[in-house]
Protein backbone atom coordinates (compact mmCIF):
# COMPACT_ATOMS: atom_id res chain seq x y z
CA UNK A 1 0.00 0.00 0.00
CA UNK A 2 1.34 3.34 -0.95
CA UNK A 3 1.65 6.24 1.45
CA UNK A 4 0.71 9.69 0.50
CA UNK A 5 4.78 10.41 0.68
CA UNK A 6 5.53 7.89 -1.67
CA UNK A 7 2.81 9.00 -4.44
CA UNK A 8 4.16 12.76 -3.77
CA UNK A 9 7.70 11.83 -4.22
CA UNK A 10 6.66 9.83 -7.06
CA UNK A 11 5.03 12.91 -8.54
CA UNK A 12 8.62 15.10 -8.37
CA UNK A 13 10.75 12.39 -9.52
CA UNK A 14 8.12 12.14 -12.97
CA UNK A 15 8.08 16.17 -13.49
CA UNK A 16 11.64 16.11 -13.00
CA UNK A 17 11.97 13.72 -16.09
CA UNK A 18 9.32 15.15 -17.96
CA UNK A 19 10.74 18.69 -17.72
CA UNK A 20 13.37 17.37 -19.77
CA UNK A 21 11.37 16.81 -23.03
CA UNK A 22 13.45 14.37 -25.03
CA UNK A 23 16.56 14.66 -22.77
CA UNK A 24 19.57 16.68 -22.70
CA UNK A 25 21.65 15.73 -25.57
CA UNK A 26 18.98 16.90 -27.50
CA UNK A 27 18.39 20.13 -25.42
CA UNK A 28 22.13 20.66 -25.69
CA UNK A 29 22.00 20.50 -29.90
CA UNK A 30 18.67 22.56 -29.43
CA UNK A 31 20.30 25.22 -27.71
CA UNK A 32 23.35 24.83 -29.92
CA UNK A 33 21.59 26.57 -33.22
CA UNK A 34 20.92 29.51 -30.45
CA UNK A 35 17.21 28.73 -29.31
CA UNK A 36 15.68 28.60 -26.14
CA UNK A 37 13.52 25.34 -25.31
CA UNK A 38 10.03 25.12 -24.66
CA UNK A 39 9.76 25.70 -21.20
CA UNK A 40 12.29 28.81 -21.61
CA UNK A 41 10.90 30.25 -24.12
CA UNK A 42 7.28 30.42 -21.48
CA UNK A 43 9.54 31.61 -18.30
CA UNK A 44 10.65 34.41 -20.64
CA UNK A 45 7.67 35.30 -22.30
CA UNK A 46 5.31 35.04 -19.03
CA UNK A 47 5.18 37.80 -16.23
CA UNK A 48 8.05 37.27 -13.42
CA UNK A 49 6.62 36.38 -10.39
CA UNK A 50 2.76 35.24 -11.53
CA UNK A 51 0.77 31.96 -11.02
CA UNK A 52 0.93 29.52 -13.96
CA UNK A 53 -0.84 26.31 -14.42
CA UNK A 54 0.52 23.75 -16.88
CA UNK A 55 -1.84 21.15 -18.30
CA UNK A 56 -1.30 17.94 -20.71
CA UNK A 57 2.26 17.52 -18.53
CA UNK A 58 1.78 13.81 -18.35
CA UNK A 59 0.50 13.67 -22.11
CA UNK A 60 1.99 10.66 -24.06
CA UNK A 61 3.90 9.49 -20.97
CA UNK A 62 4.81 5.92 -21.50
CA UNK A 63 2.58 5.38 -24.69
CA UNK A 64 5.09 5.34 -27.59
CA UNK A 65 7.80 3.45 -26.36
CA UNK A 66 8.66 2.11 -29.34
CA UNK A 67 8.97 5.14 -31.13
CA UNK A 68 11.37 6.42 -28.68
CA UNK A 69 8.24 8.30 -26.77
CA UNK A 70 6.33 11.66 -26.64
CA UNK A 71 7.12 13.50 -23.59
CA UNK A 72 4.85 16.09 -22.44
CA UNK A 73 2.50 15.40 -25.88
CA UNK A 74 5.56 17.23 -27.97
CA UNK A 75 4.80 20.41 -26.75
CA UNK A 76 4.39 22.93 -23.37
CA UNK A 77 0.50 24.18 -22.31
CA UNK A 78 -0.01 26.62 -19.59
CA UNK A 79 -2.52 29.51 -18.51
CA UNK A 80 -0.35 32.32 -17.25
CA UNK A 81 -0.27 36.15 -17.40
CA UNK A 82 1.30 37.79 -20.59
CA UNK A 83 1.29 41.42 -19.66
CA UNK A 84 -1.29 41.41 -17.27
CA UNK A 85 -3.36 39.74 -19.46
CA UNK A 86 -4.43 36.02 -18.88
CA UNK A 87 -4.20 33.75 -21.92
CA UNK A 88 -3.49 30.38 -23.08
CA UNK A 89 0.43 29.44 -24.40
CA UNK A 90 1.38 26.29 -26.48
CA UNK A 91 5.40 25.97 -26.98
CA UNK A 92 6.06 23.16 -29.16
CA UNK A 93 9.33 21.11 -28.25
CA UNK A 94 11.30 20.51 -30.54
CA UNK A 95 14.02 17.76 -28.78
CA UNK A 96 11.26 15.56 -29.58
CA UNK A 97 11.50 14.15 -32.96
CA UNK A 98 11.70 17.80 -33.95
CA UNK A 99 8.41 18.71 -32.57
CA UNK A 100 6.66 16.45 -34.91
CA UNK A 101 3.11 15.46 -33.39
CA UNK A 102 1.88 12.26 -32.11
CA UNK A 103 -1.50 11.49 -32.06
CA UNK A 104 -1.39 12.62 -28.63
CA UNK A 105 0.20 16.08 -29.78
CA UNK A 106 -3.25 16.51 -31.72
CA UNK A 107 -5.47 16.21 -28.68
CA UNK A 108 -3.42 17.75 -26.07
CA UNK A 109 -3.07 21.01 -29.04
CA UNK A 110 -6.75 20.31 -29.28
CA UNK A 111 -7.44 20.84 -25.91
CA UNK A 112 -5.40 24.20 -25.40
CA UNK A 113 -7.60 25.51 -28.04
CA UNK A 114 -10.75 24.27 -26.40
CA UNK A 115 -9.55 25.96 -22.56
CA UNK A 116 -9.26 29.50 -25.22
CA UNK A 117 -12.33 28.70 -26.49
CA UNK A 118 -14.23 27.77 -23.11
CA UNK A 119 -12.76 30.71 -21.40
CA UNK A 120 -12.65 32.99 -24.32
CA UNK A 121 -8.76 33.75 -22.85
CA UNK A 122 -6.28 34.65 -25.83
CA UNK A 123 -3.56 32.20 -27.40
CA UNK A 124 -0.01 32.08 -27.98
CA UNK A 125 1.64 29.46 -30.19
CA UNK A 126 5.15 29.23 -30.06
CA UNK A 127 6.03 27.26 -33.36
CA UNK A 128 8.91 24.87 -33.36
CA UNK A 129 6.94 21.77 -35.30
CA UNK A 130 7.98 19.37 -38.37
CA UNK A 131 4.48 18.83 -38.75
CA UNK A 132 3.10 15.35 -38.76
CA UNK A 133 5.01 12.42 -36.50
CA UNK A 134 5.02 10.88 -40.22
CA UNK A 135 5.57 6.93 -38.87
CA UNK A 136 1.81 7.21 -36.88
CA UNK A 137 0.45 9.22 -39.83
CA UNK A 138 -2.92 7.51 -40.12
CA UNK A 139 -3.33 8.11 -36.19
CA UNK A 140 -3.13 11.97 -36.67
CA UNK A 141 -3.97 13.15 -40.20
CA UNK A 142 -7.66 12.71 -41.22
CA UNK A 143 -9.71 12.12 -38.48
CA UNK A 144 -12.34 14.56 -37.39
CA UNK A 145 -10.06 14.98 -33.94
CA UNK A 146 -7.04 15.06 -35.83
CA UNK A 147 -4.37 17.60 -36.95
CA UNK A 148 -6.50 19.45 -39.71
CA UNK A 149 -9.43 20.27 -36.45
CA UNK A 150 -6.14 22.68 -35.37
CA UNK A 151 -6.53 25.25 -38.60
CA UNK A 152 -10.36 24.81 -38.44
CA UNK A 153 -10.53 26.11 -34.36
CA UNK A 154 -8.26 28.47 -35.50
CA UNK A 155 -10.73 30.19 -38.11
CA UNK A 156 -13.38 29.62 -35.69
CA UNK A 157 -12.07 31.18 -32.91
CA UNK A 158 -10.92 34.11 -35.12
CA UNK A 159 -14.66 34.59 -35.90
CA UNK A 160 -15.53 34.41 -32.34
CA UNK A 161 -12.97 37.48 -31.94
CA UNK A 162 -10.69 35.08 -29.52
CA UNK A 163 -6.87 37.15 -30.22
CA UNK A 164 -4.39 34.58 -31.55
CA UNK A 165 -0.69 35.55 -31.67
CA UNK A 166 1.81 32.96 -33.18
CA UNK A 167 5.59 33.46 -33.52
CA UNK A 168 7.33 31.02 -36.09
CA UNK A 169 10.86 30.11 -33.59
CA UNK A 170 11.95 26.98 -35.73
CA UNK A 171 10.12 24.75 -38.44
CA UNK A 172 6.80 25.04 -39.50
CA UNK A 173 6.17 22.62 -42.23
CA UNK A 174 3.51 21.13 -44.50
CA UNK A 175 -0.22 21.67 -42.99
CA UNK A 176 1.34 23.36 -40.11
CA UNK A 177 2.06 26.37 -41.69
CA UNK A 178 -1.29 27.36 -41.62
CA UNK A 179 -1.29 27.47 -38.17
CA UNK A 180 0.38 31.02 -37.26
CA UNK A 181 -0.66 32.31 -41.03
CA UNK A 182 -4.20 31.90 -39.43
CA UNK A 183 -3.37 33.79 -36.15
CA UNK A 184 -3.95 37.67 -35.82
CA UNK A 185 -0.27 38.31 -35.83
CA UNK A 186 2.60 36.14 -37.20
CA UNK A 187 6.26 36.71 -35.87
CA UNK A 188 9.22 35.16 -36.74
CA UNK A 189 12.61 34.75 -36.13
CA UNK A 190 15.56 35.16 -37.98
CA UNK A 191 17.87 32.13 -39.18
CA UNK A 192 16.12 29.84 -37.35
CA UNK A 193 12.02 30.37 -37.87
CA UNK A 194 10.96 28.69 -41.74
CA UNK A 195 7.71 28.18 -42.38
CA UNK A 196 6.37 26.45 -46.18
CA UNK A 197 4.21 23.83 -47.26
CA UNK A 198 6.94 21.80 -48.48
CA UNK A 199 10.44 21.81 -47.69
CA UNK A 200 13.56 21.97 -50.17
CA UNK A 201 13.53 17.74 -50.25
CA UNK A 202 9.96 17.57 -51.50
CA UNK A 203 10.31 20.42 -53.59
CA UNK A 204 13.34 18.68 -55.32
CA UNK A 205 11.44 15.51 -55.52
CA UNK A 206 8.13 17.26 -56.87
CA UNK A 207 9.61 19.76 -59.35
CA UNK A 208 13.04 19.51 -59.40
CA UNK A 209 13.84 22.96 -58.14
CA UNK A 210 16.99 23.25 -55.78
CA UNK A 211 16.54 25.75 -53.00
CA UNK A 212 18.01 25.66 -49.44
CA UNK A 213 14.71 26.29 -46.52
CA UNK A 214 15.77 29.39 -45.70
CA UNK A 215 15.70 30.96 -49.48
CA UNK A 216 12.25 28.73 -49.73
CA UNK A 217 10.76 30.00 -46.44
CA UNK A 218 13.11 32.33 -44.19
CA UNK A 219 12.62 34.77 -42.30
CA UNK A 220 13.35 37.31 -44.86
CA UNK A 221 11.54 35.55 -47.78
CA UNK A 222 8.15 35.59 -45.74
CA UNK A 223 8.84 39.51 -44.08
CA UNK A 224 10.45 41.03 -47.69
CA UNK A 225 9.03 38.93 -50.06
CA UNK A 226 5.57 36.92 -49.59
CA UNK A 227 4.64 39.15 -46.99
CA UNK A 228 3.29 35.89 -45.03
CA UNK A 229 4.75 36.75 -41.67
CA UNK A 230 4.28 40.57 -40.07
CA UNK A 231 7.81 40.99 -38.77
CA UNK A 232 11.54 39.35 -38.16
CA UNK A 233 13.52 39.68 -34.88
CA UNK A 234 16.81 38.32 -34.16
CA UNK A 235 16.88 36.21 -31.65
CA UNK A 236 14.18 34.16 -29.64
CA UNK A 237 13.93 36.90 -26.42
CA UNK A 238 13.14 39.83 -28.99
CA UNK A 239 10.68 38.23 -30.49
CA UNK A 240 8.74 37.17 -27.78
CA UNK A 241 9.48 40.90 -26.32
CA UNK A 242 7.39 41.63 -29.10
CA UNK A 243 4.65 38.99 -28.08
CA UNK A 244 4.48 41.13 -24.57
CA UNK A 245 4.08 44.05 -26.53
CA UNK A 246 1.21 43.51 -28.10
CA UNK A 247 -0.68 41.65 -25.30
CA UNK A 248 0.38 44.95 -22.92
CA UNK A 249 -2.35 46.92 -25.76
CA UNK A 250 -5.17 44.23 -26.04
CA UNK A 251 -8.07 45.38 -24.35
CA UNK A 252 -10.47 43.96 -21.83
CA UNK A 253 -13.66 41.72 -22.60
CA UNK A 254 -17.03 41.34 -20.74
CA UNK A 255 -16.68 39.42 -17.44
CA UNK A 256 -18.86 36.82 -16.39
CA UNK A 257 -19.05 37.93 -13.22
CA UNK A 258 -18.78 35.13 -10.79
CA UNK A 259 -18.48 36.45 -7.27
CA UNK A 260 -14.45 37.59 -5.49
CA UNK A 261 -14.01 39.19 -2.18
CA UNK A 262 -11.39 39.63 -0.26
CA UNK A 263 -9.20 36.20 -0.20
CA UNK A 264 -8.40 34.32 3.08
CA UNK A 265 -6.31 31.26 3.87
CA UNK A 266 -7.71 27.77 5.24
CA UNK A 267 -7.75 28.02 8.94
CA UNK A 268 -7.13 24.52 9.23
CA UNK A 269 -3.91 23.65 8.08
CA UNK A 270 -3.89 22.29 4.66
CA UNK A 271 -0.97 20.13 5.32
CA UNK A 272 -3.05 17.61 7.16
CA UNK A 273 -4.85 17.16 3.82
CA UNK A 274 -2.01 14.49 4.12
CA UNK A 275 -2.75 12.54 7.46
CA UNK A 276 -6.79 12.64 6.77
CA UNK A 277 -6.61 11.04 3.50
CA UNK A 278 -6.04 7.13 4.34
CA UNK A 279 -3.71 4.96 2.64
CA UNK A 280 -6.11 2.20 2.00
CA UNK A 281 -8.25 3.52 -0.29
CA UNK A 282 -11.42 1.32 0.80
CA UNK A 283 -11.16 2.88 4.47
CA UNK A 284 -13.77 5.90 5.59
CA UNK A 285 -12.90 8.98 6.16
CA UNK A 286 -14.40 12.52 6.76
CA UNK A 287 -14.53 14.80 3.20
CA UNK A 288 -15.85 17.88 5.20
CA UNK A 289 -12.59 17.75 6.73
CA UNK A 290 -11.21 17.59 3.17
CA UNK A 291 -12.91 20.37 2.28
CA UNK A 292 -12.45 23.06 5.05
CA UNK A 293 -8.35 22.61 4.64
CA UNK A 294 -9.26 24.01 0.95
CA UNK A 295 -11.92 26.78 1.61
CA UNK A 296 -11.38 30.02 2.55
CA UNK A 297 -11.31 30.32 6.63
CA UNK A 298 -12.03 26.90 6.64
CA UNK A 299 -16.17 27.88 6.47
CA UNK A 300 -18.31 25.52 4.42
CA UNK A 301 -22.04 26.53 4.50
CA UNK A 302 -23.65 22.93 4.16
CA UNK A 303 -27.03 22.30 1.80
CA UNK A 304 -29.61 19.99 3.87
CA UNK A 305 -26.76 18.59 5.88
CA UNK A 306 -29.27 15.92 6.91
CA UNK A 307 -30.38 14.71 4.14
CA UNK A 308 -28.13 12.12 1.47
CA UNK A 309 -25.50 12.71 3.11
CA UNK A 310 -22.95 10.28 0.87
CA UNK A 311 -22.69 13.53 -1.22
CA UNK A 312 -21.80 17.05 0.51
CA UNK A 313 -23.27 19.84 -1.11
CA UNK A 314 -22.69 23.50 -0.05
CA UNK A 315 -21.31 26.87 -0.29
CA UNK A 316 -17.60 28.27 0.08
CA UNK A 317 -14.97 30.76 -1.25
CA UNK A 318 -11.53 29.93 -2.66
CA UNK A 319 -8.90 32.53 -3.03
CA UNK A 320 -11.78 35.04 -2.44
CA UNK A 321 -14.27 33.32 -5.33
CA UNK A 322 -17.95 31.95 -4.10
CA UNK A 323 -18.21 28.39 -5.22
CA UNK A 324 -20.62 25.25 -5.04
CA UNK A 325 -18.61 22.16 -3.83
CA UNK A 326 -20.11 18.86 -4.61
CA UNK A 327 -18.12 16.04 -2.49
CA UNK A 328 -18.25 12.32 -2.28
CA UNK A 329 -19.00 11.34 0.91
CA UNK A 330 -16.44 8.52 2.24
CA UNK A 331 -17.53 8.37 6.15
CA UNK A 332 -19.93 5.90 6.68
CA UNK A 333 -23.29 7.56 7.51
CA UNK A 334 -26.81 7.00 8.96
CA UNK A 335 -29.44 7.42 6.56
CA UNK A 336 -33.01 9.14 7.82
CA UNK A 337 -34.92 6.55 7.38
CA UNK A 338 -31.77 4.63 9.74
CA UNK A 339 -29.85 2.59 7.43
CA UNK A 340 -26.67 2.69 7.28
CA UNK A 341 -25.10 4.26 3.65
CA UNK A 342 -21.73 3.34 2.59
CA UNK A 343 -19.28 5.99 2.23
CA UNK A 344 -18.37 6.97 -2.03
CA UNK A 345 -21.80 5.23 -2.93
CA UNK A 346 -24.36 7.52 -4.30
CA UNK A 347 -27.65 6.62 -3.08
CA UNK A 348 -31.09 8.45 -4.59
CA UNK A 349 -31.46 10.60 -1.77
CA UNK A 350 -27.96 12.03 -2.63
CA UNK A 351 -27.78 12.07 -6.28
CA UNK A 352 -31.51 14.13 -5.63
CA UNK A 353 -29.89 16.58 -3.30
CA UNK A 354 -26.94 17.26 -5.77
CA UNK A 355 -29.33 17.96 -9.04
CA UNK A 356 -31.07 20.40 -6.63
CA UNK A 357 -28.14 22.19 -5.34
CA UNK A 358 -26.33 21.78 -8.66
CA UNK A 359 -29.70 24.20 -10.43
CA UNK A 360 -29.43 26.48 -7.24
CA UNK A 361 -25.46 26.84 -8.25
CA UNK A 362 -26.65 27.69 -12.00
CA UNK A 363 -29.29 29.94 -10.70
CA UNK A 364 -26.97 32.02 -8.31
CA UNK A 365 -24.13 31.76 -11.04
CA UNK A 366 -22.24 30.23 -9.02
CA UNK A 367 -19.20 27.93 -10.08
CA UNK A 368 -18.93 24.57 -9.57
CA UNK A 369 -16.39 21.96 -7.58
CA UNK A 370 -16.27 18.96 -7.76
CA UNK A 371 -14.67 16.35 -5.31
CA UNK A 372 -14.79 13.07 -6.39
CA UNK A 373 -14.36 10.00 -4.36
CA UNK A 374 -16.81 7.70 -5.42
CA UNK A 375 -17.03 4.32 -6.02
CA UNK A 376 -20.49 4.19 -8.07
CA UNK A 377 -24.18 4.14 -7.54
CA UNK A 378 -25.82 1.71 -5.03
CA UNK A 379 -26.71 -1.18 -6.86
CA UNK A 380 -29.31 -3.92 -5.31
CA UNK A 381 -32.73 -4.59 -5.26
CA UNK A 382 -33.58 -1.80 -2.88
CA UNK A 383 -31.72 0.55 -4.66
CA UNK A 384 -33.14 -0.01 -8.43
CA UNK A 385 -37.12 -0.69 -6.86
CA UNK A 386 -36.05 3.05 -5.03
CA UNK A 387 -35.75 4.09 -8.46
CA UNK A 388 -32.17 4.86 -8.48
CA UNK A 389 -31.63 4.94 -11.96
CA UNK A 390 -34.18 8.13 -12.63
CA UNK A 391 -32.35 10.05 -9.69
CA UNK A 392 -28.73 9.25 -10.70
CA UNK A 393 -30.58 10.74 -14.05
CA UNK A 394 -31.61 13.65 -12.59
CA UNK A 395 -28.00 14.29 -11.09
CA UNK A 396 -26.56 14.11 -14.52
CA UNK A 397 -28.88 16.24 -16.44
CA UNK A 398 -28.06 18.83 -14.05
CA UNK A 399 -24.84 18.39 -13.68
CA UNK A 400 -24.36 18.21 -17.55
CA UNK A 401 -26.55 20.83 -18.60
CA UNK A 402 -25.00 23.63 -16.20
CA UNK A 403 -23.75 27.09 -17.48
CA UNK A 404 -21.65 27.98 -14.94
CA UNK A 405 -18.20 26.43 -15.30
CA UNK A 406 -17.73 23.20 -13.72
CA UNK A 407 -13.93 21.98 -12.09
CA UNK A 408 -13.05 18.52 -11.22
CA UNK A 409 -10.74 16.82 -8.81
CA UNK A 410 -10.33 13.08 -8.45
CA UNK A 411 -9.51 13.23 -4.55
CA UNK A 412 -9.69 9.10 -4.77
CA UNK A 413 -11.96 6.88 -6.63
CA UNK A 414 -13.47 7.62 -9.73
CA UNK A 415 -15.72 4.57 -10.66
CA UNK A 416 -18.21 4.08 -13.14
CA UNK A 417 -21.53 6.04 -13.51
CA UNK A 418 -19.75 7.88 -10.22
CA UNK A 419 -17.17 9.21 -12.37
CA UNK A 420 -20.01 10.52 -14.63
CA UNK A 421 -22.15 12.21 -12.52
CA UNK A 422 -19.37 13.78 -10.77
CA UNK A 423 -18.36 15.65 -13.83
CA UNK A 424 -15.69 13.50 -14.85
CA UNK A 425 -14.34 14.30 -18.53
CA UNK A 426 -17.16 13.68 -20.84
CA UNK A 427 -18.97 16.50 -19.09
CA UNK A 428 -16.96 19.52 -20.24
CA UNK A 429 -15.29 20.20 -16.59
CA UNK A 430 -13.23 23.81 -17.78
CA UNK A 431 -10.36 21.78 -15.85
CA UNK A 432 -10.11 18.38 -14.63
CA UNK A 433 -6.80 17.15 -12.19
CA UNK A 434 -6.33 14.03 -10.38
CA UNK A 435 -4.48 14.12 -6.71
CA UNK A 436 -1.87 11.96 -6.31
CA UNK A 437 -4.12 9.89 -4.74
CA UNK A 438 -6.77 9.80 -7.01
CA UNK A 439 -7.84 6.24 -9.31
CA UNK A 440 -9.92 5.78 -12.41
CA UNK A 441 -11.85 2.85 -14.04
CA UNK A 442 -14.96 1.56 -14.71
CA UNK A 443 -14.79 -0.40 -11.41
CA UNK A 444 -12.01 -0.93 -9.06
CA UNK A 445 -9.42 -4.24 -9.92
CA UNK A 446 -10.78 -6.67 -7.57
CA UNK A 447 -14.65 -6.21 -8.90
CA UNK A 448 -13.49 -6.21 -12.05
CA UNK A 449 -11.71 -9.21 -12.00
CA UNK A 450 -14.60 -11.20 -9.39
CA UNK A 451 -17.50 -10.10 -12.53
CA UNK A 452 -14.88 -11.18 -15.28
CA UNK A 453 -14.00 -14.28 -14.26
CA UNK A 454 -18.06 -15.22 -13.24
CA UNK A 455 -18.86 -14.60 -16.75
CA UNK A 456 -16.39 -16.28 -18.27
CA UNK A 457 -16.14 -19.54 -16.18
CA UNK A 458 -20.23 -19.14 -16.99
CA UNK A 459 -19.21 -18.76 -20.88
CA UNK A 460 -16.86 -22.10 -20.28
CA UNK A 461 -19.29 -24.16 -18.90
CA UNK A 462 -22.06 -23.45 -21.15
CA UNK A 463 -19.17 -25.14 -23.57
CA UNK A 464 -18.72 -27.87 -21.66
CA UNK A 465 -15.41 -27.14 -19.68
CA UNK A 466 -15.19 -26.68 -15.95
CA UNK A 467 -11.88 -25.01 -14.86
CA UNK A 468 -10.54 -25.83 -11.17
CA UNK A 469 -10.34 -23.17 -8.39
CA UNK A 470 -6.28 -22.74 -9.48
CA UNK A 471 -7.08 -21.93 -13.06
CA UNK A 472 -9.55 -19.59 -11.71
CA UNK A 473 -7.38 -18.16 -9.33
CA UNK A 474 -4.78 -17.49 -11.77
CA UNK A 475 -7.53 -15.55 -13.88
CA UNK A 476 -8.57 -13.47 -11.25
CA UNK A 477 -4.87 -12.13 -10.70
CA UNK A 478 -3.99 -11.85 -14.63
CA UNK A 479 -7.61 -9.70 -14.83
CA UNK A 480 -6.58 -8.27 -11.38
CA UNK A 481 -3.20 -7.13 -12.43
CA UNK A 482 -4.30 -5.63 -15.97
CA UNK A 483 -6.91 -3.78 -14.29
CA UNK A 484 -4.82 -2.41 -11.55
CA UNK A 485 -2.26 -1.52 -13.91
CA UNK A 486 -4.68 1.37 -15.86
CA UNK A 487 -6.19 2.76 -12.54
CA UNK A 488 -3.31 5.22 -11.75
CA UNK A 489 -3.73 9.30 -12.02
CA UNK A 490 -0.56 9.11 -14.53
CA UNK A 491 -2.51 6.37 -16.37
CA UNK A 492 -5.45 8.83 -17.11
CA UNK A 493 -3.41 11.80 -17.31
CA UNK A 494 -1.00 10.15 -20.11
CA UNK A 495 -4.36 9.81 -22.41
CA UNK A 496 -5.34 13.21 -21.09
CA UNK A 497 -8.71 12.03 -19.66
CA UNK A 498 -7.53 14.54 -16.69
CA UNK A 499 -5.42 17.81 -17.23
CA UNK A 500 -2.91 16.56 -15.16
CA UNK A 501 -1.55 14.80 -11.45
CA UNK A 502 -1.23 17.57 -8.55
CA UNK A 503 -0.73 17.55 -5.17
CA UNK A 504 -3.40 18.19 -2.76
CA UNK A 505 -1.95 21.49 -2.18
CA UNK A 506 -2.34 23.24 -5.57
CA UNK A 507 -6.02 22.64 -5.57
CA UNK A 508 -6.71 26.23 -4.58
CA UNK A 509 -4.53 27.78 -7.12
CA UNK A 510 -6.13 25.87 -9.64
CA UNK A 511 -10.06 26.30 -8.60
CA UNK A 512 -9.00 30.13 -8.06
CA UNK A 513 -6.60 30.63 -11.75
CA UNK A 514 -9.56 28.61 -12.93
CA UNK A 515 -12.45 30.93 -12.45
CA UNK A 516 -10.24 33.68 -13.08
CA UNK A 517 -10.17 32.41 -16.88
CA UNK A 518 -13.97 31.12 -16.68
CA UNK A 519 -14.79 35.00 -15.11
CA UNK A 520 -13.37 35.82 -19.38
CA UNK A 521 -15.88 34.27 -20.93
CA UNK A 522 -19.71 35.55 -20.08
CA UNK A 523 -22.47 33.53 -20.01
CA UNK A 524 -24.90 33.66 -22.85
CA UNK A 525 -27.18 30.45 -22.59
CA UNK A 526 -29.95 30.23 -20.47
CA UNK A 527 -29.96 27.36 -17.70
CA UNK A 528 -32.02 24.45 -19.12
CA UNK A 529 -32.26 20.76 -17.75
CA UNK A 530 -34.55 19.80 -20.24
CA UNK A 531 -36.88 16.65 -19.20
CA UNK A 532 -36.09 15.37 -15.95
CA UNK A 533 -37.66 12.47 -14.61
CA UNK A 534 -39.15 12.91 -11.37
C1 LIG B 1 -0.33 18.03 -42.55
C2 LIG B 1 0.77 17.41 -43.33
C3 LIG B 1 2.09 17.39 -42.60
O1 LIG B 1 2.29 17.93 -41.56
S1 LIG B 1 3.29 16.53 -43.38
C4 LIG B 1 4.67 16.82 -42.39
C5 LIG B 1 5.83 16.67 -43.19
N1 LIG B 1 6.98 17.09 -42.41
C6 LIG B 1 8.18 17.15 -42.96
O2 LIG B 1 8.37 16.87 -44.10
C7 LIG B 1 9.28 17.61 -42.06
C8 LIG B 1 10.40 16.62 -42.03
N2 LIG B 1 11.42 17.05 -41.08
C9 LIG B 1 12.39 17.95 -41.43
O3 LIG B 1 12.45 18.43 -42.54
C10 LIG B 1 13.39 18.29 -40.38
O4 LIG B 1 13.30 17.31 -39.34
C11 LIG B 1 13.21 19.69 -39.77
C12 LIG B 1 11.76 19.94 -39.38
C13 LIG B 1 13.66 20.74 -40.78
C14 LIG B 1 14.06 19.83 -38.48
O5 LIG B 1 15.36 19.47 -38.76
P1 LIG B 1 16.41 19.17 -37.57
O6 LIG B 1 16.27 20.21 -36.53
O7 LIG B 1 17.74 18.99 -38.20
O8 LIG B 1 15.92 17.83 -36.90
P2 LIG B 1 16.08 16.36 -37.47
O9 LIG B 1 15.74 16.30 -38.92
O10 LIG B 1 17.38 15.82 -37.05
O11 LIG B 1 14.91 15.59 -36.69
C15 LIG B 1 15.02 15.25 -35.32
C16 LIG B 1 14.32 13.94 -35.11
O12 LIG B 1 12.94 14.09 -35.47
C17 LIG B 1 12.58 13.16 -36.49
N3 LIG B 1 11.60 13.81 -37.38
C18 LIG B 1 11.66 15.04 -37.93
N4 LIG B 1 10.54 15.31 -38.59
C19 LIG B 1 9.75 14.25 -38.45
C20 LIG B 1 8.43 13.92 -38.89
N5 LIG B 1 7.69 14.80 -39.55
N6 LIG B 1 7.95 12.73 -38.58
C21 LIG B 1 8.67 11.84 -37.88
N7 LIG B 1 9.89 12.10 -37.39
C22 LIG B 1 10.41 13.28 -37.69
C23 LIG B 1 13.88 12.85 -37.18
O13 LIG B 1 13.80 11.62 -37.83
C24 LIG B 1 14.82 12.82 -36.00
O14 LIG B 1 14.61 11.61 -35.28
P3 LIG B 1 15.76 10.95 -34.39
O15 LIG B 1 16.12 11.92 -33.32
O16 LIG B 1 16.92 10.72 -35.34
O17 LIG B 1 15.17 9.69 -33.88
Keep these: MQTIENLLQELKEKYEQLKMGGGLKKIQSHKAKGKLTARERIEYLIDKDTKYIEFGLFAGDGMYEEEGGCPNGGC ?35 RAQEIAMENRLPIVYLVDSAGIYLPLQSEV ?20 GIPQVAAIMGSCVAGGAYLPIMSDYALIVEGSGSVFLAGSYLVKSSIGEDIDNETLGGATTHCEISG ?26 DKAGFDKKESFLPIKDPNEIYSILPADRG ?39 AVGIVANQ ?26 RFI ?37 VNAMANSVVPKFTFIVGNSYGAGNYAMCGKAYDPRLIYSWVT ?21 TLKSKGIVIDEIEENELLDKITDRYNSQLSPYFAASNLWTDGVIDPLETRKIISMGIEAANHAPITKRYNVGVIQT
Excluded at 331 to 354: F, L, P, R
Excluded at 445 to 454: E, H, N, R
Design 76 to 110: VCIIGFVSGKMCVIVSNDATVKAGAWFPISAKKNL
Design 141 to 160: FADKEHFGRIFRNNAQMSSI
Design 228 to 253: VTDNKFPNDEACLDEIRNIFDKMGHF
Design 283 to 321: KPYDMVEIIERIVDNSEFDQYKKGYGQTILCGLARIDGW
Design 330 to 355: RKIVKSKKGEMQMGGVIYSDSADKAA
Design 359 to 395: MNCNQQKIPLVFLQDVTGFMVGSRSEHGGIIKDGAKM
Design 438 to 458: GQMAVMSGASAAKTLVQIQTA
